[in-house]
């Protein structure tokens, strides 16, 4: 009789650690005075590769000058999924941090035995151990191969925050040099040698398919070297970047399209609300939902669909194997999950996943799921054509607007009532909304564009919503605030006649934005300040901190008025209810257009890995979110997008950015979390409520045009 297996799970490691548990896959030491870290998680502009290198150097006792950081990539990267979800710091930071703990004892361990001294004799300084009676040794003469080649253990305990010398120090981010000095380091600058150029001839609209296209005339263009047709899929390889242009050009007059179902109105009720496939769940009852209070009060909030609008359009760059490497792919893209899109391409082309080594290249800005996985796989549909040569695709600018996937429109209701004394008891929250995560990597299908267009198409994956507490279009919708009473309902419509994905903070921007909105007209009609109002309605002593410490920044006086053209408001929300606390006050000045002329903020985000890197992510993200609020809106018609270029699409510009000011809340004995998604829903809150102040009219739709501005004073 077989024995029944009584081994003991293994214990869980922090972080990606747990499920990529070799040391040697997370850093070497060298034996040049270095030292190579290797994460699963990219740069995107949110300075997380420069607080990793401190987490690290912590740990070892080395300086950071030491350390070197090789580009993650399918070959030897952990796999860490999708940098997202302000996670990188726990996820990839924790496992590091880790790592390196148990690095150092591993090396302090061989020192004690070269010099033949006890452990506790020793010190290190800079790679350096020394023992107390004399004698030393360097981690670079300690090191082998052998020493990290096994599991990590959770048996070293890593430094107390009061130990820490590079943790809590605002150090120099890595990244920046390259970018204000122009040198080229994003995948649009890469020049390999026998690099050809490609481009991509896009339907007319979401639907359409080709109907008919004579391809001689296009083959026989200068330059021309491969035109790819497979289904609805069609691109050229040119030799010449601009003749890679010019032939897209007239394949798209050329090619005669059929443009299929038309689509709905771009309004959000319409699109959401009327829906019935909606699929409903409440994702939060408590107490009895029904009670009623004194006063009650209700109100509609919407967002429409919003674009990443990254300032450099997508890139990627692909070469098949030829000869002896037959049958082996390579790509470099600015993807931020190369192992979900490794996966996926190899569903699409038919190909195990070893034989495809995807390397990260740094791009030109993204904070969600735009365009840079399609173009990776418009790059390798191209480059096959080609065997041997490396293929670079560049979107065009209308490309990027018109084919990215887009943040979902959502609908929020809310409903409230409110005691004789001015307290809310009962809280309703419903919010309608299409799925805001349709990454690669998704089950049941495959989530690259060309994969739909081919020949022999494949399927999407079913869209959905990531599980709560972090969530997707429920995120943030289950309030902070403590009510004895509420209700959250969350409607899904997987179904959207535009392609709808991650945009940072996904559904927490319209969710925060909205419960901020309400609960000032819930203090307005208690008679309540806007700050008193929601630190009588907190219990989280870290909520109230940076609620209060924002106030104090902005000298908030109780019940202050707007003057008709000037105003202030408040907003508040943990991220997804378990990561940074933001506090937002804006100040708006109201006459042609909206103007914010100054945001405050007050960020608790735990221990402060960097704390200028902390502020950075808060400061861009406070941007970000006056741009959507004010300015950001994507236009379709029957066929297509009509949105597709900067004209159509305003974003914020250098002169409106406003005067900003943040104050970090360091919290070193806290656990870290990431800052680079907190700000959305509390800063679009903050400017509606402003704009209340300012002129007494209340706006429930964004963006926040002076056409809706007119329209709410003549109301």
């Not at 004690?112 to 350096?128: F, I, N, Y």
């Not at 050229?236 to 038309?262: D, S």
Request: net charge neutral.
């Amino acid at each position: 009789m077989a024995q029944a297996n009584t081994a003991a799970p293994a214990r869980k490691l922090p972080g990606s650690l747990d499920t990529n548990r070799r040391l040697d896959r997370w850093l070497s030491i060298n034996a040049d005075g270095t030292v190579t870290l290797y994460t699963g998680k990219v740069e995107i502009g949110q300075g997380i590769l420069t607080a990793v290198m401190q987490m690290t150097a912590e740990e070892l006792d080395i300086d950071v000058s030491r350390i070197r950081l090789k580009a993650a990539s399918t070959a030897f990267s952990p796999d860490e999924g999708i940098t997202s979800g302000s996670r990188s710091i726990q996820e990839s930071g924790l496992a590091l941090r880790h790592v390196a703990a148990e690095t150092r004892d591993l090396l302090l361990t061989r020192a004690a035995q070269k010099l033949g001294v006890t452990l506790e004799s020793l010190t290190v300084a800079d790679g350096v151990v020394s023992a107390r009676g004399g004698g030393s040794v360097t981690y670079w003469e300690l090191a082998t191969p052998d020493l990290l080649a096994r599991e990590a253990t959770f048996d070293i305990t890593a430094k107390l925050p009061q130990e820490h010398v590079v943790v809590g120090t605002s150090l120099e981010r890595v990244d920046i040099p390259n970018k204000v000095t122009g040198k080229p380091s994003f995948v649009q600058d890469m020049q390999p040698e026998g690099l050809l150029h490609g481009r991509i001839s896009r339907p007319p609209g979401p639907k359409a398919t080709l109907k008919a296209i004579d391809l001689k005339e296009v083959e026989q263009m200068p330059g021309v070297v491969a035109v790819v047709r497979d289904g609805n899929f069609l691109g050229v390889v040119a030799q010449r970047e601009e003749q890679a242009i010019r032939a897209e050009r007239r394949l798209a007059r050329i090619a005669q399209w059929n443009n299929g179902p038309e689509l709905p109105a771009n309004d959000p009720r319409h699109l959401l609300t009327l829906q019935a496939q909606a699929e409903s769940e409440v994702i939060s009852t408590k107490g009895d939902p029904s009670t009623a209070g004194a006063k009650q009060l209700s109100a509609e909030y919407t967002k429409p669909y919003l674009a990443h609008a990254s300032l450099a359009p997508s890139c990627a760059l692909a070469q098949w194997g030829s000869g002896a490497d037959s049958g082996k792919l390579w790509i470099w893209t600015h993807s931020q999950g190369i192992y979900p899109l490794r996966g996926d391409m190899a569903q699409v082309l038919g190909m195990p996943e070893q034989d495809i080594i995807i390397t990260h290249a740094e791009g030109a800005g993204c904070y969600g799921h735009n365009a840079a996985d399609d173009v990776t796989l418009d790059a390798v549909l191209l480059a096959r054509a080609v065997p041997g040569k490396p293929v670079r695709v560049q979107w065009m600018r209308e490309d990027e607007f018109a084919w990215e996937p887009f943040s979902s429109p959502m609908v929020v209701r809310l409903n409230a009532s409110l005691d004789d004394k001015g307290n809310i008891v009962n809280w309703g929250h419903e919010l309608w909304s299409h799925a805001h995560s349709t990454r690669p990597g998704g089950k049941g299908g495959v989530n690259l564009l060309a994969a739909w267009h081919l020949e022999k198409p494949l399927p999407a994956a079913k869209p959905g919503n990531p599980p709560l507490p972090g969530g997707g279009s429920h995120r943030n919708a289950v309030p902070l605030y403590d009510f004895p009473n509420q209700k959250v309902t969350n409607h899904l419509i997987r179904q959207s006649p535009l392609r709808t994905s991650a945009l940072r903070a996904l559904g927490g921007h319209a969710n925060a934005y909205a419960i901020e909105c309400f609960i000032d007209e819930l203090a307005e009609a208690a008679g309540a300040d806007p700050v008193e109002f929601r630190l009588r309605h907190l219990i989280d002593p870290r909520a109230k901190a940076v609620i209060e410490k924002v106030a104090q920044m902005a000298r908030w006086k109780p019940n202050e008025k707007g003057d008709g053209e000037r105003g202030r408001g408040i907003g508040f929300a943990r991220y997804k209810n378990l990561a940074a606390y933001i506090a937002v006050i804006a100040e708006v000045h109201i006459a042609e257009d909206v103007r914010v002329t100054k945001l405050w903020g007050a960020v608790d985000v735990g221990q402060a890995i960097n704390p200028d890197g902390v502020i950075n992510q808060i400061e861009g993200g406070m941007i970000q979110s006056a741009s959507w609020t004010l300015k950001e809106r994507v236009d379709f018609d029957k066929v297509g997008i009509t949105t597709r270029n900067w004209l159509d699409y305003p974003i914020l510009s250098f002169v409106e950015v406003p005067e900003i000011e943040v104050a970090l809340i360091n919290r070193p004995e806290a656990p870290p979390v990431g800052a680079g998604e907190g700000t959305q829903g509390p800063v679009s809150g903050a400017i509606g409520n402003a704009i209340y102040n300012a002129i007494g009219a209340r706006l429930r739709d964004m963006p926040f045009t002076r056409d809706r501005i007119v329209a709410a004073l003549s109301a």
